[in-house]
């Protein structure tokens, strides 16, 4: 977002992002993408670890 300072994830969220794309690119930025439209529906400042193994969860297919 404009003019933020912040950052829109959690350390703990890029850690599990990371580790769940193996820092593949196109994967990092589906989770991420998802993510943040979790984030934004949930009214969210910040996308954390819990969000992210939400999006992980639902991509995956584990319910």
Known sequence: MAGRT???FTDPAIK???DFTRGTPR???NVCD???LVGFGKR???VDDR???EVIK???GVS
Request: hydrophobic fraction near 70%; aromatic fraction near 4%.
């Open 16 to 18: 599990l992002i990371f």
């Open 27 to 29: 994967a990092i930025n």
């Open 44 to 46: 969210v400042k910040h």
């Open 6 to 8: 912040e950052p829109i």
């Open 51 to 53: 969000i992210v193994a």
């Open 34 to 36: 998802l993510a943040l």
């Open 58 to 60: 639902d991509m995956v």
